[in-house]
């Protein structure tokens, strides 16, 4: 029984791993989901100045998940570079993403 609880667990994990670099496939910025997982923890590290009391809150509460994001994005933006590096390349250098 709990040799089914553990694999359940494992594919849930796979299936919902490396979230945010599926998220950001539409905008060509090569690294894109791991850039976005090191931006969560940053601005809860160091909130920005102009940001409401919501905005710190939310973003810690994304912080453990983005921890656990952070090496599976990695590992997916990599495999995708080919594909981003050519996109990026195409839209004149523009990462449209952090604007």
Known sequence: MQLI?????????????????IVTLEHPCPY???RINAL???NCLN??????????SLSCSLTPPAIIDFP??????TA???IQGIR???SDNKC????
């Open 5 to 21: 609880k553990l694999l359940v667990v494992g594919v849930t994990a796979l299936i919902i791993s490396a979230c945010s670099s």
């Open 80 to 82: 995708l570079l080919p």
């Open 96 to 99: 449209t993403l952090f604007k």
């Open 32 to 34: 894109g989901g791991t």
């Open 72 to 77: 599976l994005s990695l590992v997916m933006d």
């Open 40 to 42: 969560v923890v940053k």
């Open 47 to 56: 909130p920005p100045e102009n940001t409401t009391g919501f905005g710190e």
């Open 88 to 90: 990026y390349l195409a």
